[in-house]
């Protein structure tokens, strides 16, 4: 069945310590990956996105993502969290020809001082 | 450019009644979608429209409709309430152009609480 899965549902990091969001996928072809952000209380925000070409992508806010083939993943990172990352996280797809955005389940991202 | 918009940010309803949720797009945008997020189930799709046209549609009964005016607005309605419909439901504007149909921008969305 097709399919966006974050296996992780919540996290917890340090402040300033590295961070790995895991995002796999499971269609026929390479869908068009993204990734997006919901703070508290708010609507979803736009991270990044991958289309083509280089397997890795920057985005906003000091994140990147890295798209993987042969593993079927589009996993986020960020060298170093602030407080203020502390937030839901959602890998979302779409495939071409079909404009429906497809959501994972979201991994909730803690950070501790 | 003015963010999206959605109205009324709060609502609260008893069952059976009906309530219709609106959107403005960014100024530009022809595609709106529409989500439904509650902490059991994520975030699942509606539909989408394009142009005046529904170009997409998810899996909710029929009491989900929606309609988009010629101005890109848009709007929900949901017919005969039930207890599960209590939700934050979120509206998304992007161009809408093939393959950047993904590239949403959402509204803070509309919480509504059916008692």
């Known amino acids: 069945a097709q399919s966006v899965t974050q296996p992780d549902i919540h996290i917890t990091v340090s402040e300033g310590a590295s961070l790995e969001l895991r995002c796999n996928y499971s269609?026929?072809?390479?869908?068009?990956l993204f990734w997006y952000v919901q703070s508290p209380g708010q609507g979803l925000q736009l991270l990044l996105k991958?289309?083509?070409?280089?397997?890795l992508v920057q985005g906003i806010k000091g994140f990147e993502a890295e798209f993987k083939r042969s593993q079927s993943s589009f996993n986020l990172r960020k060298p170093s969290v602030h407080w203020s990352d502390a937030a839901e996280y959602f890998c979302?797809?779409?495939?071409?020809?079909?404009?429906?955005?497809?959501f994972g389940t979201g991994t909730r991202l803690t950070i501790i001082p | 450019k003015a963010g999206v918009t959605q109205t009324p940010r709060y609502l609260i309803k008893t069952r059976g009644q009906q309530v219709t949720l609106s959107c403005s797009p960014i100024?530009?945008?022809?595609?709106v979608s529409w989500y439904q997020q509650t902490p059991g189930q994520g975030l699942q799709f509606l539909f989408e429209?394009?142009?005046?046209?529904?170009?997409n549609k998810g899996n909710f009964p029929g009491r989900f409709s929606g309609r988009q005016f010629s101005n890109s607005r848009s709007e929900m309605n949901v017919s005969t309430l039930e207890l599960g419909d209590s939700a934050l439901y979120l509206c998304?504007?992007?161009?809408?152009?093939?393959?950047?149909?993904?590239?949403?921008?959402f509204g803070p969305g509309t919480r509504l609480t059916v008692l």
């Open positions: 998304a504007s992007s161009t809408g152009t093939s393959g950047r149909a993904g590239e949403q921008f």
């Open positions: 269609y026929g072809a390479t869908p068009y």
């Open positions: 991958y289309f083509s070409g280089d397997t």
């Open positions: 979302a797809v779409v495939i071409f020809g079909n404009e429906k955005l497809t």
């Open positions: 100024s530009g945008h022809r595609s």
């Open positions: 429209y394009f142009s005046e046209t529904q170009r």
